[in-house]
């Protein structure tokens, strides 16, 4: 069955520090993958998709097929990063299965 | 509307009260979540719909809880006989045909005392 573990439930950093949240998937198809991004008081909302292979606000995440990852990577954290972020998988019939989140702190 | 809109946006009401949650998906979107989110928690897989298909329904805490909607249109979920482990934000999100991204609501807060 599918499914989507992010094993990291708070994560604190120094500003300036690189941050990467954890993300690892099973899904027997063709996987397509996504993080969220909950900032204090805002709506979930879309950060970055796999297949788009771009860098929002200085975020990467590279799928790894042979190892089930999509992590979620910044060389440099800002305060202003400070957020949950959720990773989620496509799968069947355009259904999105989300991880159980990664609260991030940057400590300034 | 330009996005999915949940009401009310807070709901205060006591313990073995019924509440009923509304979300307003995007227009034309098959695909529709409900998700609870406690206090510092991450998200609670709740219900899915999609078309007119059977809706998901393993998410479903206990039979307390319960969700409708009528084809692509408005979805209700209704907590009876409320409990203060009900209280949560409330999220919906709804995602259309051969549109991969969730687009989701602000949530209704809710607090049971």
């Known amino acids: ?108 | 509307g330009a996005g999915v809109s949940q009401s009310p946006s807070n709901k205060v009401t006591e313990k073995g009260k019924d509440v009923e949650l509304r979300c307003d998906p995007i227009s034309g979107h098959t695909a529709l979540y409900w998700y609870r989110q406690r206090l510092g928690q991450g998200l609670e897989f709740l219900i899915y719909f999609q078309g007119n298909s059977a809706p998901d329904k393993s998410g479903l805490p206990s039979d307390r809880f319960s969700a409708e909607r009528t084809g692509e249109s408005v979805s209700t979920l209704t907590i009876q006989r409320t409990q203060q482990e009900d209280s949560a934000v409330y999220l919906c999100a709804s995602s259309g045909q051969g549109i991969t991204e969730a687009f989701f609501g602000q949530g209704t807060r809710l607090t049971v005392v």
């Open chain 1, 1 to 108: 069955a599918q499914r989507v573990t992010q094993p990291e439930k708070l994560l604190s950093v120094f500003k300036g520090a690189p941050v990467e949240l954890k993300c690892n998937y099973s899904y027997s198809g063709s996987p397509e993958l996504f993080w969220y991004v909950q900032y204090s008081r805002q709506r979930l909302q879309l950060l970055l998709r796999h297949i788009s292979r771009e860098s929002i606000k200085g975020f990467t995440a590279d799928l790894n097929k042979g190892e089930t990852s999509f992590h979620l990577k910044k060389p440099f954290a800002q305060e202003e990063d400070s957020a949950m972020y959720y990773c989620a998988l496509l799968y069947g019939n355009n259904r999105l299965a989300f991880g159980k989140g990664n609260q991030v702190v940057v400590i300034p």
